[in-house]
């Protein structure tokens, strides 16, 4: 049943593309701890992202432990997920809810011997284990919060169709719903269901506006950040030649330095251009971080090597001065010379001494003789 009551001042606002700049798990974390023991209320209007950002988001509000959730609009996806963690969920009476089975962006392109395409499908076979994993986990989390059987969840997920209001309210998803002044029912337009079909998210059985609807110059901002985001996270999708009229194949480029940071053997590149996501951008940004302080650190130890090397510098100067004043000064006179090695009485005659003997006996001898 909806309730009129008047708006709630929300703490947070999370819209857009979850993991991006206004629905980033750090700013989560930030507000929270700035409103530790006391209740937070979330708006949350978001067609999903990043599963990591919303797992995160939803172990925040989780340990929180008094968080009030509000859906508005479309949600689907990762933003769903996040929102599991609060103590409360509600949502507009025109809401849309969706949830759907794990996906990965995929695509291959290149020459492709027996080997090469054994290990490529071995990658494909780990990645589909992996995901199968994280689907059984997301599954649970729905279960526990609807009540309801695991396997009834992961039924729906792979169904992966929209919810109205009421069918959220009747699975458990939310607790109440409302139907507060000011929240205009969602209007999907044709950029967005094209974006939608391009991320591999059902476009809803509504009809499709061709003009945005009437909104504030800041939101149309955000909404265009957010499809962009959308578009370029889900760029290699296999849905993406859906929307395009001809395929184009994407090259394999390897910059040597940008690969190494990314951890990663080569990057696609489409029309001459290469699109990086918001965390490969961040572990860049780190990256560059981490070499000007390195740069920053060297350049402090020269400084200190050389302020070192002048200080030996001066000293030895010092050093040569003080020789060269001690060279001036006249010799001290020596009153008193002590041999050393003649105050200890000798028992044995060196061959010289024996020689000079022999010699003045023998002169000496000479002399006598008439």
Same mark, same amino acid.
């Given at each position: 049943?909806?309730?009129?009551?008047?708006?709630?001042?929300?703490?947070?606002?999370?819209?857009?593309?979850?993991?991006?700049?206004?629905?980033?798990?750090?700013?989560?974390?930030?507000?929270?701890?700035?409103?530790?023991?006391?209740?937070?209320?979330?708006? !949350?209007? =978001? $067609? &999903?992202?990043?599963?990591? #950002?919303?797992? %995160?988001?939803?172990?925040?509000?989780?340990?929180?432990?008094? *968080?009030?959730?509000?859906?508005?609009?479309?949600?689907?996806?990762?933003?769903? !997920?996040? =929102? $599991? &963690?609060?103590?409360?969920? #509600?949502?507009? %009476?025109?809401?849309?809810?969706?949830?759907?089975?794990?996906? *990965?962006?995929?695509?291959?392109?290149?020459?492709?011997?027996?080997?090469?395409?054994?290990?490529?499908?071995?990658?494909?076979?780990?990645?589909?284990?992996?995901?199968?994993?994280?689907?059984?986990?997301?599954?649970?989390?729905?279960?526990?919060?609807?009540?309801?059987?695991?396997?009834?969840?992961?039924?729906?997920?792979?169904?992966?169709?929209?919810?109205?209001?009421?069918?959220?309210?009747?699975?458990?998803?939310?607790?109440?719903?409302?139907?507060?002044?000011?929240?205009?029912?969602?209007?999907?337009?044709?950029?967005?269901?094209?974006?939608?079909?391009?991320?591999?998210?059902?476009?809803?059985?509504?009809?499709?506006?061709?003009?945005?609807?009437?909104?504030?110059?800041?939101?149309?901002?955000?909404?265009?950040?957010?499809?962009?985001?959308?578009?370029?996270?889900?760029?290699?999708?296999?849905?993406?030649?859906?929307?395009?009229?001809?395929?184009?194949?994407?090259?394999?480029?390897?910059?040597?330095?940008?690969?190494?940071?990314?951890?990663?053997?080569?990057?696609?590149?489409?029309?001459?251009?290469?699109?990086?996501?918001?965390?490969?951008?961040?572990?860049?940004?780190?990256?560059?971080?981490?070499?000007?302080?390195?740069?920053?650190?060297?350049?402090?130890?020269?400084?200190?090597?050389?302020?070192?090397?002048?200080?030996?510098?001066?000293?030895?100067?010092?050093?040569?001065?003080?020789?060269?004043?001690?060279?001036?000064?006249?010799?001290?006179?020596?009153?008193?010379?002590?041999?050393?090695?003649?105050?200890?009485?000798?028992?044995?005659?060196?061959?010289?001494?024996?020689?000079?003997?022999?010699?003045?006996?023998?002169?000496?001898?000479?002399?006598?003789?008439?």
């Amino acid at each position: 049943m909806a309730t009129n009551t008047k708006t709630t001042d929300y703490q947070l606002h999370l819209k857009g593309f979850v993991g991006g700049y206004d629905f980033d798990a750090g700013y989560v974390d930030y507000v929270l701890s700035k409103n530790e023991g006391k209740e937070v209320h979330v708006l !949350i209007d =978001s $067609l &999903g992202g990043r599963s990591n #950002t919303a797992l %995160s988001i939803f172990s925040a509000f989780k340990r929180h432990g008094n *968080v009030n959730v509000h859906f508005v609009g479309m949600n689907a996806s990762a933003a769903t !997920i996040a =929102s $599991l &963690g609060a103590k409360r969920i #509600t949502m507009d %009476s025109s809401a849309m809810y969706l949830v759907h089975k794990c996906s *990965v962006g995929f695509l291959e392109w290149g020459q492709m011997n027996s080997d090469d395409l054994q290990a490529l499908i071995d990658n494909i076979e780990h990645q589909k284990a992996d995901l199968d994993k994280l689907d059984a986990n997301i599954a649970q989390m729905y279960a526990t919060r609807c009540k309801k059987g695991k396997t009834d969840l992961l039924d729906l997920m792979k169904q992966g169709g929209w919810l109205t209001a009421e069918e959220a309210l009747a699975w458990g998803f939310v607790d109440e719903l409302t139907d507060y002044e000011g929240e205009d029912a969602p209007v999907l337009t044709d950029t967005m269901a094209n974006a939608m079909s391009a991320a591999g998210i059902p476009v809803p059985n509504m009809p499709i506006s061709l003009k945005l609807p009437t909104m504030s110059k800041q939101d149309q901002s955000a909404f265009a950040k957010f499809l962009t985001s959308l578009t370029q996270y889900f760029s290699t999708s296999k849905h993406q030649e859906s929307i395009n009229s001809q395929t184009i194949n994407p090259m394999k480029k390897i910059f040597t330095s940008v690969c190494a940071i990314l951890s990663c053997e080569h990057l696609l590149s489409q029309d001459g251009k290469i699109t990086l996501d918001d965390a490969q951008l961040d572990t860049i940004e780190s990256a560059i971080s981490a070499d000007k302080q390195a740069i920053n650190d060297l350049n402090a130890e020269i400084q200190t090597l050389k302020t070192e090397k002048q200080t030996l510098s001066d000293a030895n100067a010092q050093l040569q001065n003080e020789v060269n004043t001690l060279k001036q000064k006249p010799g001290d006179t020596t009153a008193h010379v002590v041999n050393d090695q003649h105050q200890q009485q000798r028992t044995e005659k060196t061959e010289a001494e024996e020689y000079f003997e022999s010699r003045a006996s023998a002169q000496s001898l000479f002399d006598s003789l008439p």
